[in-house]
């Protein structure tokens, strides 16, 4: 009698098929789930992978616990489910390839439980369909790509850090500031900029040498990374002796607050200058603009002529003071009336 075209999966007798063999074999980690969600094959590889035994799983829907601490959906069971809108949920790269049998993609970290340690996988899942369209199957495999991904995060981190202090560099300052400041935009939160300045520096290399620069300049860089203490904060060397510090959702007053312990901590170093006209220790000036972002404002180049200005006065009243940008003209004014010639306003990369 020939057998039902709708007949149920039980019907083939998956257990023995020569398809089953072969992907016992496979080099690819690979494991099946039925229609249940439930684990009907874990290959050699996949034990070797997640240092799971087969006989730890096979007839269970513990499959995650080889992947996860806590209990969560892979990818195999999402394509079981068909929520291909829950993809962002669990997973950082993803792709639904649609309804037409090819199912998911993903990558993301996995804890490893019993390995103990963490592994970077690229994950593929697709179901199995008998001839009637009944799910039958959910097959995943898996490919450990840790060190591929741990490289890449070096390399990307080597392109955004400054190789003196460790801090940011300036091509991660200008694309932070530019995402932060759209979000403010967003949000109409203000964004608070610190230009941090070391006073006499040039000085201070001719009398102590560039090694001795080098060291000042990296201990004034943990002084201003300490400062960053919020998760949206950025610290950056931007340039030469100069550094700069991002504050999201922080006004002037308190990015002013955030400046002065910064000045009173290098003072605190008591790094010895001594070159004439400069004083016994390095001081820092600092220039201090917080703004809430209009719906003109495109870009930030108004914050960071702002923290410029504010910079450049506070050099000009004598160095080795926090100046904000709001009162600017007060500072100035103070001074009797003495110009201060405007700085040369900088822009956003």
Same mark, same amino acid.
């Given at each position: 009698?020939?057998?039902?075209?709708?007949?149920?999966?039980?019907?083939?007798?998956? =257990?023995?098929?020569?398809?089953?063999?072969?992907? +016992?074999?496979?080099?690819?980690?690979?494991f099946?789930?039925?229609?249940?969600?439930?684990?009907?094959?874990?290959?050699?590889?996949?034990?070797?992978?997640?240092? &799971?035994?087969?006989?730890? &799983?096979?007839?269970?829907?513990?499959?995650? +616990?080889?992947f996860?601490?806590?209990?969560?959906?892979c990818?195999?069971?999402?394509v079981?489910?068909?929520?291909?809108?829950?993809?962002?949920?669990?997973y %950082?790269?993803y792709?639904?390839?649609g309804?037409?049998?090819?199912?998911? %993609?993903?990558?993301?970290w996995?804890?490893?439980?019993k390995l103990?340690?963490?592994?970077?996988?690229?994950i593929? =899942?697709?179901?199995i369909?008998?001839?009637?369209?009944?799910?039958?199957?959910?097959?995943?495999?898996?490919?450990?790509?840790?060190?591929?991904?741990?490289?890449?995060?070096?390399?990307?981190e080597l392109a955004?850090k400054?190789?003196l202090?460790?801090?940011?560099?300036r091509?991660a300052f200008?694309? !932070?500031l530019?995402?932060?400041w759209?979000?403010?935009?967003?949000?109409?939160?203000?964004?608070?900029l610190? $230009? /941090?300045? &070391?006073?006499?520096?040039k000085? $201070?290399n001719?009398?102590?040498? @560039? +090694?001795?620069?080098?060291?000042?300049?990296?201990?004034?860089?943990? /002084?201003? %990374?300490?400062?960053?203490?919020?998760?949206?904060?950025?610290?950056?060397?931007?340039?030469?002796?100069e $550094?700069a510090?991002i504050?999201?959702? !922080?006004?002037?007053?308190?990015?002013? !607050?955030v400046?002065?312990?910064i000045?009173?901590?290098? !003072?605190?170093? =008591?790094?010895?200058?001594g070159?004439?006209g400069?004083? @016994? @220790?390095v001081?820092?000036?600092?220039?201090v603009?917080?703004?809430?972002?209009?719906?003109?404002?495109?870009?930030?180049?108004?914050?960071?002529?702002?923290?410029?200005?504010?910079?450049?006065?506070?050099?000009?009243?004598?160095?080795?003071?926090?100046?904000c940008?709001?009162? &600017?003209?007060?500072e100035?004014?103070?001074?009797n009336?003495?110009?201060?010639?405007?700085?040369?306003?900088?822009?956003?990369?």
């Open positions: 009698m020939a057998r039902s075209r709708t007949a149920p999966a039980k019907a083939v007798d998956v =257990a023995d098929s020569y398809a089953v063999r072969l992907m +016992q074999h496979l080099v690819v980690p690979t099946v789930i039925d229609p249940k969600r439930r684990v009907v094959i874990w290959n050699r590889a996949c034990e070797r992978l997640t240092g &799971v035994a087969a006989s730890e &799983v096979i007839g269970t829907g513990k499959h995650w +616990q080889a996860y601490e806590t209990r969560r959906p990818l195999a069971d999402l079981a489910l068909d929520h291909p809108e829950q993809l962002p949920e669990y %950082s790269e792709a639904a390839r309804h037409n049998g090819l199912g998911f %993609s993903a990558e993301n996995c804890v490893m439980p103990g340690s963490q592994l970077y996988l690229a593929d =899942a697709g179901p369909h008998d001839e009637a369209g009944q799910l039958i199957a959910v097959v995943e495999t898996l490919r450990d790509l840790t060190d591929q991904k741990r490289a890449e995060m070096t390399l990307k955004t400054d190789g202090t460790g801090l940011a560099n091509r200008d694309q !932070m530019l995402g932060e759209a979000r403010a935009q967003r949000t109409q939160k203000p964004l608070a610190l $230009f /941090v300045d &070391v006073d006499h520096f000085l $201070f001719d009398r102590h040498g @560039h +090694q001795s620069g080098d060291e000042c300049l990296r201990a004034v860089a943990a /002084v201003v %990374s300490r400062h960053a203490v919020r998760p949206l904060d950025l610290a950056s060397r931007y340039g030469g002796e $550094f510090l504050l999201p959702d !922080m006004d002037c007053d308190s990015a002013c !607050m400046a002065e312990a000045r009173c901590a290098v !003072m605190a170093l =008591a790094i010895t200058h070159a004439i400069a004083g @016994h @220790h001081t820092l000036s600092v220039g603009a917080s703004q809430i972002p209009g719906g003109a404002d495109g870009s930030p180049d108004r914050l960071l002529g702002a923290a410029d200005e504010a910079l450049y006065v506070a050099k000009r009243l004598g160095r080795n003071r926090v100046i940008a709001e009162r &600017v003209l007060a100035i004014a103070a001074r009336g003495e110009p201060v010639p405007a700085p040369v306003s900088r822009k956003s990369a």
